[in-house]
């Protein structure tokens, strides 16, 4: 905990510091409210004990200020004068508390404790607001499984940053925040965010927020999600997606432990962990010059890699079952049949746990009574045990891939043993050249959307 303490008296400065510092409490003091707002636009204050009067401006004014800028750290109020009108006038004005000199200063250090911890709490709410959702629990048993966790349980005792890879729907959320849960950190925030899923143009402004006036629309200060993770985890899903220049930015925070929000004049010290996760190649970004070699390196200093389920197939009754009870509430309570559950159990889950919960909910629709039997199972299947690569493909992107490679339609079974983005690369070329470029029109007839197709485009890097 860090806290500025404004006060003119230098002997109540100095007494509190120390009574601080062996309560192991960091703490900065001002003698006005001219120093104090000072020091509040260059550093960060978990929270301000701040006088209520002061030569210049009073402390009262000093919490207006702090109100219109933005700047959120809560104040207790002290004073000399212990009158209503004054405790009154500073609540109103912004203050979480008030005190009247002299004080017990073990009660202030219990007020600083509850007001940190409730500002923490505030703080974790606004995260996950603009953040993506919670998952599932973390579960298996399988010997992959344990491996996994047995990893988890290494390093979830260390601050060292964190790469997690797998395809999507492996549950790469859920394995950053057991790692956060088993961690001496557990108490702190976990905020975590889709790179994807922000719009380049707000990232910046997300990741480390902005000053007040910093761009059009920037009515106040907006607190960055690396500050709003405190000294917890930041979790960065779809790391590959993060825009080139702020993957400079990123790679400054990870060496320099220091953010600047956008507009600001003055580096802002965080601590969050960070773990990153990505379903896509790093180390082929790294090659194409879609992704810095030095942030890999700082992102990947210890990796973690998903399986996907078709490889710990044994684990599909236990998830199968969990994720039963969780829909169950907004449902009906089902159980599975033993055919069901082999039938699950054969299936390959392109699409993985994500892809199992779709199946499952589906079931619950399909199911007249309370037991879930195989012939609830809808499973879309295309293709009979096709290789993973190509489960899912459209024939209309086999068929075109075979003819932009110049072979007869009739053949397009024949790439079912390339890869996925050989396939889609070629078919989506072909596509691209037969509609003269318009990208909607390709799309329908590889019988995909079109934000499928832009998205594909970018990631072949296609022109």
């Given amino acids: 905990m860090r806290v500025l303490i404004v006060d003119d008296e230098q002997n109540i400065r100095q007494s509190l510091k120390k009574y601080l510092s062996l309560e192991k409490i960091d703490s900065e003091g001002a003698e006005s409210g001219e120093a104090a707002l000072e020091y509040l636009e260059k550093e960060n204050f978990d929270a301000v004990i701040l006088d209520l009067k002061l030569p210049g401006i009073s402390g009262q004014a000093v919490l207006e200020i702090m109100q219109k800028q933005g700047i959120y750290s809560p104040a207790i109020m002290i004073s000399a004068h212990g009158e209503i009108a004054d405790a009154v006038t500073a609540l109103k004005s912004g203050a979480k508390d008030y005190l009247v000199k002299p004080f017990d200063p073990a009660e202030l250090v219990i007020k600083l404790r509850s007001l940190v911890e409730n500002h923490r709490r505030e703080n974790t709410m606004e995260a996950e607001k603009r953040t993506i959702p919670k998952e599932n629990s973390f579960l298996g048993d399988t010997p992959q499984m344990r491996k996994l966790l047995d990893q988890i349980d290494k390093i979830a005792g260390t601050d060292v940053t964190v790469l997690i890879t797998g395809e999507s729907g492996t549950g790469k959320e859920v394995a950053a925040r057991e790692i956060h849960a088993r961690s001496p950190a557990a108490g702190e925030p976990f905020v975590a965010v889709n790179i994807g899923g922000i719009h380049e143009g707000l990232m910046e402004s997300e990741l480390f927020g902005h000053e007040k006036g910093s761009f059009t629309g920037a009515a106040a200060r907006k607190i960055g999600l ?76 210890f990796r973690i890699s998903l399986p996907p389920l078709r490889e710990r197939r044994d684990d599909v009754p236990l998830l199968a079952h969990h994720l039963l009870a969780k829909h169950a509430s907004r449902t009906k309570a089902c159980t599975m049949s033993s055919g069901a559950i082999e039938k699950l159990k054969t299936y390959s889950f392109p699409g993985n746990i994500r892809e199992l919960e779709n199946i499952l909910e589906r079931a619950l629709i399909y199911c007249e009574g309370n037991i879930i039997r195989p012939e609830d199972i809808d499973l879309h299947e295309t293709q009979n045990n096709a290789p993973f690569e190509t489960a899912g493909l459209s024939d ?68």
């Avoid at 500050?227 to 400054?252: N, S, T, W, Y």
């Avoid at 490679?405 to 070629?426: C, M, V, W, Y």
């Avoid at 596509?431 to 995909?448: I, P, Q, Y």
Wanted: hydrophobic share 40%.
């Fill in 396 to 463: 209309q992107m086999l068929t075109t891939a075979a003819i932009a490679s110049g072979q007869n339609p009739a053949a397009a079974n024949t790439f079912r043993s390339e890869s996925l983005e050989d396939i889609e690369k070629q078919a989506i070329i072909a596509a691209l050249e037969r509609c003269d470029g318009n990208r909607t029109r390709a799309a329908e007839s590889l019988g995909v959307s079109r934000k499928t197709i832009l998205n594909k485009i970018k990631l072949y890097g296609l022109k």
């Fill in 226 to 301: 690396f500050e709003l993770a405190g000294h917890g985890c930041l979790f960065l899903d779809e790391i590959g997606e993060m825009p080139m220049p702020l993957q400079v930015k990123l790679l400054r925070v990870l060496q320099d432990r220091k953010i600047r929000r956008l507009g600001g004049v003055s580096d802002i010290p965080v601590s969050a962990r960070i773990i990153s996760a990505t379903n896509q190649n790093l180390e082929t970004l790294v090659k194409e010059g879609r992704f810095r070699e030095d942030l890999y390196y700082r992102l990947n200093v």
